[in-house]
């Protein structure tokens, strides 16, 4: 009987130093992980995408937000958001959507409110080709 308790006291000690083992483990591969992420951050370096950063005309109604003269998509959307907050047109309840004042309701196909979403598809069909 002396035996079998040693035999299973050696088991234990041996399914508990199994069990501390691992912990380690898991720390040094979360300290390794960021060091993978930077690395391959470096590696591929974005380029801007050419439809983004081609000029665009924006048409007369569009112009009394952003300005008259050429400029890209993402310029266009940075000013346009600009005024949004200047003039506290976002809803307060829902700050999805956007209250149109004089300025925007030509350039909303004339709705009271559009989602921050169909803003920029609306406002699309106002840009041309420079």
């Known amino acids: 009987m002396a035996t079998a308790k040693k035999k299973s006291t050696a088991k234990k000690s041996s399914a508990s130093a199994k069990k501390a083992a691992p912990a380690p483990r898991k720390a040094a591969a979360k300290k390794s992980a960021p060091a993978a992420k930077k690395a391959t951050a470096k590696k591929s370096a974005r380029t801007p995408n050419a439809a983004f ?14 300005g008259n003269k050429p400029m890209p998509r993402t310029e266009v959307t940075k000013k346009l958001w600009a005024y949004i907050k200047k003039n506290n047109l976002q809803d307060p309840k829902e700050r999805r959507m956007i209250n149109a004042d004089d300025n925007l309701k030509p350039i909303f196909n004339g709705k009271k409110q559009v989602s921050m979403f169909d ?12």
Not at 53 to 66: G, I, N, R, T, W
């Open 53 to 66: 950063m081609k000029a665009m005309q924006p048409d007369a109604e569009l112009s009394a937000v952003v």
């Open 119 to 130: 803003m920029t598809k609306l406002v699309n069909k106002h840009l041309k080709d420079s």
